[in-house]
């Protein structure tokens, strides 16, 4: 029972971690769009270029631990 409520406490931390990525993807991603969007000709600065790689990479490291978790529960080794 112990394993179960660390399961599920690691699983809400990751869903947690999931949001805040994608909202940091997803206002990175308007930022950009923004700064593009005067006659389609705007270059966005190299800070938020940096910073939508950044939340890019982080929502892709979210993407292989939800992955592994998912392996995990598929293959029993989870609940």
Do not use: D, S
């Given at each position: 029972?112990d ?7 690691q699983?809400?931390?990751l869903v947690e971690r ?6 940091r993807?997803d ?7 923004r ?19 950044a939340a890019r990479?982080e ?6 631990q ?6 995990e529960?598929t ?5």
């Open positions: 029972m394993k179960r409520r660390t399961w599920r406490e699983e809400q931390q999931w949001n805040t990525a994608t909202q993807y206002e990175a991603q308007a930022e950009l769009k700064q593009r969007l005067p006659q389609g000709t705007g270059t966005p600065t190299e800070e938020c270029v940096r910073t939508e790689e990479a929502l892709e490291i979210m993407r292989k939800v992955a592994r978790m998912k392996v529960f293959n029993g080794k989870r609940y």
